[in-house]
């Protein structure tokens, strides 16, 4: 900000910007002297006299400083080389890259480190005064436990005893025999226990002092484990012992200059008693981190490569072979995670038609460590073979890969999961000393305030909200730092969030508000929303952003944070303040944009790989200053943002019950004032069962993340994942608890939600809530919605008023039946038969990966007699809870492409253009006619074996929430009540929601809203 010049500096400032301004270029004149002295206010000037205070001060003659002839280190006999440069520096005698506050307070802390390496490497031991020779009680200790060999009088034989028994593995203890005692200290030794007690000079008044140790008593062997209360390991070399004589002579000179006994007394202090609520707060977000370090760490495989890749034929890649080999570490972290053999999920997930694990490269290393990018190449799966009864997996890459007996495979994806780790230590670091986060975290009610923010309620706008969304936005609006507000299926959450954030730009346009979610679709749906709003062009215009990485940026809008850089700096280069800037600036400025400009010709991936260091500067600074950031809890933006220390005036958090605390944990970071908005009874996090299986048994955890821990690199670990790993090998009585607490945090947006509700279902007294149900749906049509409501929620979800007359009397965009085969209703449940009771019928189920070819026939026979009217495009998704069927169902629609034509005047509702999808991939999205394929139909006896994902609630949930118009399952109803009759004889045994989804079927068939087909009727009508 200053050229460190004689001329007057002048900084003009705002909240983004700070300019330098300076004097015009014209001769000065008539500047004021003192004591023959210009009298220039300047940067520069602050910095000489500041130096020439510090130089005064720390006792350096300024004539010696000033002479540039003298070394540094000869300015004065005390001072060091170092201090001596920064004394010019701060002088302007030497030049100086850089002078100002940071640098000056970083080159004082290099200062005060060398001083106390310097002081350490001198004299930094742990002094103990023994008390030898005849009458010392240690004495008889050491001839005993010598067998009498050694002479009391012999001091210099017991100085050598004690210094061989201290030499190998030296401890340092706290120790209580009783509860009720005080604590004692004591040295732990091969042979013996040497009890320590502070040092005290003799005929002094002053009192003892842990400067010194002196230890006039021992005992023979260690201590019982359940006396020791911490312990802290020391090195050999750090102990200095001198007999009692000595340490009286030397203590007066020596106090100062040793290490202190107290520093070790502050370490040994028990784990669970310097533990805070804060603390534990933080070591479960820690927990939580490693132990999904641990589950990546199993995903990399251990393999032999038995020869070197070989050159294809086309010349332009290899080819490798490798084979699973066992390896001891990795079967025993599998096997402490629970999870099969790591041999046999590698070829699960080679074998997975799961897209996510398809895409991508395979990366080998000659290391397993997890984090380690040591000699890695990447290698895409070709297929598997089995030769001399081992299978043999092909691979081809790029590059060359040399034979080598030992070598690891990560799947693809794989480094996107490191970068999220290493975001999420980022993250955690800085939590440890975000207090009020974390106060917030441990007690959500401590700090609950009313923020005065304003509501018009009398205005249209507000009036014509349904209640619950009225009553929420009160909440909302008038509470910080936190609120939570569950949103069912259908409420419109979206909408109310464009409502939210309209609101705040009007009555403060210099609003900056960070919107993010855990999925790039919840982010991208969210965003269209809050673009929506301010279309009209009425009032003032936010600028947004959209930050994620070029790659990762399928649609490329016109919110993308490069566009947004380009047209902003396309406009700066053209405005009047570059005009009227200095020549220098205006070339600079000018230049850039014109970089830009040719580059966009390239992609956007393109540009950015190319794109100069002012140019990322420049999309920083933008998005540093937009009023609307979008992006991911995940994503590199939060991250920088996080490190740049940026603040919001608001975060919102959308589908926040799909994310886990960990991934919540980064864009709370960046506010005071929170929203989290999400439906923990739709899809949980993923892979949160296992996670809760895990943490629900401390012993299991203990053992996952012991064996971890020499599995995962130096790289990705910190100082609060090492202090965990210490605390587990330290077998804490408060494991348990944290735990607990990570349990709560895996699903926090659940447990804190769910706590809410309860405390205001059991208070008797009027309080602030800080969470709220939206309970009026507008997607579904009000038959869907109630077995939803009735299944779900308890029967609270109603549907809006307005929007129940539209669904009963508008004619829908679809018919189910051109001639009357299947009837013309919201729903429709297509009644396979039950495999083990039909006579005659083969069908159902069949086994591992969960298909159902029957239900794939009778989703054909729908499909056939399915159409659009009156020239709508009405959207239709297929959907399965099991991956295999939906690519059975897929390949059926694809290979029927005649029998299916009418399909083409239908949107396909799932992701890419397609008809089919998992439950998982449409959680958020909608169609006018949704299909299910359940699946199962079998004959186990066992409901949690006869169900599976059917006894997901949340799945079913989202199944069951997607249509707008027409719902069609198919299933066997004579096998679900089975099941439910079995269960209900077993009162330990879960069912799900399939009970109230049959009593919720029988209800809307009473009612005229549900029609049962069974599979003969429809088969005989599509023959």
């Known amino acids: 900000m200053t050229a460190f010049g004689d001329q007057p500096d002048f900084r003009l400032t705002g909240f983004e910007w700070s300019m330098r301004l300076a004097a015009a270029d014209l001769p000065l004149s008539g500047r004021e002297t003192i004591d023959g002295r210009e009298n220039v206010a300047s940067f520069g000037r ?54 100002d506050g940071e640098e000056i307070c970083r080159r004082m802390d290099d200062v005060v480190l060398a001083i106390t390496a310097e002081a350490a490497g001198r004299e930094a031991k742990s002094a103990i005064a023994l008390r030898l ?87 023979r062997g260690r201590l019982p484990s359940d006396w020791v209360e911490g312990s802290v390991a020391l090195e050999w070399s750090s102990l200095d012992l001198v007999d009692s004589r000595a340490a009286r002579e030397s203590f007066p000179r020596r106090r100062g200059k040793v290490a202190r006994w107290s520093d070790y007394i502050g370490q040994a202090e028990p784990k669970q008693s310097k533990k805070t609520d804060l603390d534990r707060m933080h070591g479960a977000f820690s927990l939580l981190l490693a132990l999904e370090m641990a589950y990546a760490a199993a995903d990399v495989f ?27 570490a990795r079967a025993g972290l599998s096997d402490a995670l629970a999870l099969e053999a790591p041999a046999v999920r590698l070829t699960k997930m080679l074998e997975s038609d799961d897209l996510v694990q398809q895409e991508g490269s395979w990366i080998l290393t000659e290391t397993g460590e997890l984090g380690d990018h040591t000699d890695e190449t990447e290698w895409r799966f070709l297929d598997r073979s089995e030769a001399e009864a081992r299978e043999r997996l092909r691979f081809d890459g790029a590059s060359a890969a ?34 009020e986060l974390l106060r917030m975290l441990t007690d959500p009610r401590s700090r609950i305030d009313d923020s005065h923010d304003p509501l018009n309620e009398k205005e249209a706008r507000f009036k014509e909200l349904d209640e619950s969304k009225k009553g929420a936005l009160r909440e909302i609006l008038s509470t910080v730092p936190l609120f939570f507000l569950q949103g069912p299926p259908g409420v419109g959450k979206t909408f109310l969030v464009g409502d939210i954030v309209k609101r705040r730009f009007e009555d403060d346009p210099s609003t900056r508000m960070l919107l993010s979610a855990q999925s790039n679709a919840a982010i991208d749906h969210l965003m269209k929303e809050i673009q929506s709003i301010f279309s009209d062009g009425s009032g003032v215009t936010p600028v947004m952003v959209r930050a994620r990485p070029a790659d990762d940026d399928p649609s490329d809008t016109d919110l ?8 902003h700096l396309q406009a700066l280069a053209k405005s009047q303040l570059v005009a009227e800037a200095s020549s220098g600036l205006q070339q600079k400025v000018i230049a850039l944009a014109r970089a830009r400009e040719d580059q966009q010709g390239g992609g956007r991936s393109r540009r950015r790989n190319r794109m100069n260091a002012e140019g990322r500067a420049f999309e920083g600074m933008i998005l540093r200053s937009a009023n609307l950031v979008f992006a991911t809890t995940n994503s590199a933006a939060v991250e920088r943002l996080i490190e740049e220390r940026s603040l919001f005036d608001w975060t919102i958090v959308e589908e926040a019950g799909k994310a886990t605390g960990g991934e919540l944990l980064s864009p709370l970071l960046l506010s005071y004032r929170r929203l989290m908005i999400g439906d923990h009874k739709q899809l949980p996090p993923y892979n949160v069962e296992r996670m809760t299986r895990l943490l629900s048994a401390p012993d299991k955890v203990k053992a996952a993340v012991g064996a971890a821990q ?47 509700f309860a405390r205001k279902a059991r208070s008797r007294r009027e309080f602030r809530p800080i969470a709220r149900r939206l309970e009026e749906q507008y997607r579904m049509h009000p038959a869907i919605a109630k077995i939803v409501s009735d299944c779900f929620y308890g029967g609270d979800l109603s549907t809006n008023t307005k929007k129940a007359e539209e669904y009963r009397t508008r004619k829908p965009p679809l018919t189910l039946s051109t001639g009357g085969s299947i009837p013309d209703a919201p729903i429709v449940f297509v009644d396979m038969p039950f495999v083990r009771a039909a006579k005659g019928y083969r069908g159902g189920e069949k086994a591992p990966p969960w298909s159902n070819p029957d239900e794939v026939k009778a989703a054909l026979a729908v499909l056939t007699n399915l159409r659009a009217q009156d020239g709508s495009k009405p959207s239709l998704a297929v959907l399965s809870p099991y991956r295999e069927q939906v690519r059975s169902l897929r390949d059926a629609i694809n290979a029927k492409t005649a029998g299916l034509a009418h399909l083409s005047s239908f949107k396909p509702a799932v992701g890419d253009g397609e008809f089919c999808g998992t439950v998982d991939s449409f959680q958020g999205d909608q169609a006018d006619i949704v299909l299910i394929s359940l699946v199962r139909n079998n004959g186990h006896g066992a409901p949690a074996k006869a169900l599976g994902f059917l006894r997901d609630n949340r799945r079913m949930n989202v199944l069951l929430s997607r249509a707008k118009w027409r719902l069609v399952v198919i299933g066997s109803l004579e096998f679900y009540r089975n099941v439910v009759d079995v269960a209900e004889g077993l009162p330990e045994s879960d069912i799900g929601f399939m009970k109230k989804f049959l009593g919720a079927l029988d209800a809307a068939k009473n009612d005229g809203d549900a029609q049962i087909v069974s599979w003969s009727q429809l088969r005989g009508a599509s023959a």
């Open 46 to 99: 602050d910095w000489t006299n500041l130096g020439i205070l510090v130089a005064e001060l720390v006792g350096a003659p300024l004539d010696r400083v000033s002479d540039l002839r003298l070394v540094p280190s000869d300015i004065a006999e005390h001072l060091s080389a170092a201090e001596g440069k920064l004394l010019r520096s701060m002088m302007r005698l030497e030049t100086a890259e850089r002078l």
């Open 133 to 219: 020779g005849r009458n010392s009680k240690l004495a008889e200790i050491i001839r005993g436990v010598s067998d009498n060999d050694i002479e009391m009088a012999d001091e210099q034989s017991q100085m050598e005893f004690i210094q061989a028994d201290l030499s190998a593995e030296p401890y340092f203890v706290r120790v209580r025999q009783k509860p009720d005692d005080e604590p004692s200290y004591a040295l732990l030794g091969q042979a013996m226990t040497y009890w320590l007690t502070p040092f005290r000079v003799a005929e002094s008044s002053e009192a003892a002092d842990w400067e010194f140790a002196t230890c006039e008593r021992a005992q």
């Open 302 to 328: 251990p393999v032999e490569v038995p020869a070197r890749s070989v050159r294809a034929p086309s010349g332009e890649s290899y080819t490798l072979t490798v084979s699973s080999r066992y390896d001891r």
């Open 402 to 435: 040399e034979a080598t007996s030992i070598a690891y495979l990560s799947p693809p994806g794989m480094a996107g999961q490191l970068a999220q780790f290493r975001r999420r230590r980022k993250a955690l670091k800085v939590l440890r000393e975000h207090t």
């Open 560 to 567: 993308e944070i490069d566009r947004q850089a380009d047209r």
């Open 710 to 756: 020499e599995l995962i690199s130096r790289h990705l670990k910190d100082a609060g994942l090492d202090e965990l790993f210490d605390e587990i090998e330290d077998d804490s009585d408060d494991f348990g608890r944290l735990c607990s607490q990570t349990l709560s945090i895996l699903t926090m947006f659940e447990s804190m939600v769910e706590e809410e």
